[in-house]
């Protein structure tokens, strides 16, 4: 590369000769993914034809039917719900919360408190229009013991509250604890099954898709849900969420996104063929983003720099957080992280409230699909201790690029 110096260079090179056998490790999930993917496309023997979504009310749209079987079929469920017409991740997560609980259930959060938009959609906050708590849904969660599970307090409060959906966050979101591997929410949901087995096992799986070789729908999980605009849409998704379990759960999710009457409404317009392609992709993508997050971990501590997870740690989604204790290093950052993306590179971010959090947000975001976090992008709330939370991108080399011009002009200050 240009403009770095023979220093940097000599660091990246011991970087790149340390994470290799990290790096392999995730050529092999890729494979084994892509491979589940593939067969999940032969199996529903997907044709050109089901490219082209359907218009109007959609009631004959054989390809997205078709796409709710491959995604049901990947992720080993008994249906899918995959649409267009989910506005974001928080709205499709809504949607499946929705439609399950009644007047006078429970949601109990098992891994402590939600993500910052579901707080506000479960009525956390002071804004109740809309929210599962002005129709009578009652909340409740377990408090994180050294950032994991509480199994002790959580058996009290399964017991107390008797939940009729206990919910489990797999990824960090803004926090700073760890996001759950797939083996600790496998004990997870066991233990559920075993303290309160009537409730439904809900997983926010935003993140999480194909950053390890299996799914907590493998495992026992009732209903999950995930944004297009993160993994599961590969990059070339524009919009959408999906939602996966069982065939009643995402009936009741159908009928909470649509009418009754209606479930079977829903066009998807011109929006089939990215939905399809960006999940063929998705193996990859996903991947090429954890290995791009390993290289920054890995250059990042040779910085000095507190990050998490650590370059070889087990990693289960496509986030890195550095934590700068400082919100004008962290403002910096963010804004070095937008000059090195492809689209909107001139334009410096601020932070600035936003809708759905608490904190002012402050937000890089050059991307393809606006808000995207499958593409590189950083972002975080300007609130102690300044943590960025920073996504890999749809390419390794595009990471590796831009991180090393980020920690150039960060650390070494030379243009
Ligand atoms: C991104 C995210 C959401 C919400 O998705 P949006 O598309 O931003 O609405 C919910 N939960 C977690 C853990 C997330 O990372």
Known sequence: MNNISDELQKIVKEVDKQIAPKLAEIEDQIVYNQAKVLQAFQDNSVAEADLNGATGYGDDDIG?????????????????????QFVSGTHTLFTALNGNLKYGDTLTYLTGMPYDTLQKVIGLTDDKRGTLAEKGVKFSYVPLKDNLVDYDEAEKILRRDQPKVVAIQRSRGYSTRKTFT????????????KVSPQSIVFIDNCYGEFSEKHEAT?????LMAGSLIKNAGGGLAKM??????????????????TAPGCTDEGATIGN????????????NVTGMAEKGMIFAAALFAKMGMNVTPAWDEKRSDIIETIIFNDPDKMIKFVQEVQKNSPIDSFVTPEAVPMEGYEDKIIMAAGNFVSGSTIEFSADGPVRPPYAVYMQGGLTYAHDKVAVINAVRDTFFNQK
């Open 218 to 222: 493998e495992y026992g999980a009732d």
């Open 240 to 257: 959408g969420g999906y939602i996966v379990g069982k065939k009643d759960l995402v009936e009741n999710a159908r009928l909470a996104l």
């Open 272 to 283: 089939l063929h990215d939905f399809y392609e960006g999940f063929f992709l998705a193996p």
């Open 64 to 84: 997205r039917d078709k796409l709710d079987r491959v995604y049901a079929q990947v992720f080993d469920t008994e249906d899918a719900l995959v649409r267009p």
């Open 182 to 193: 797939i083996d600790q929410i496998k004990e997870m949901i066991a233990f559920v099954k």
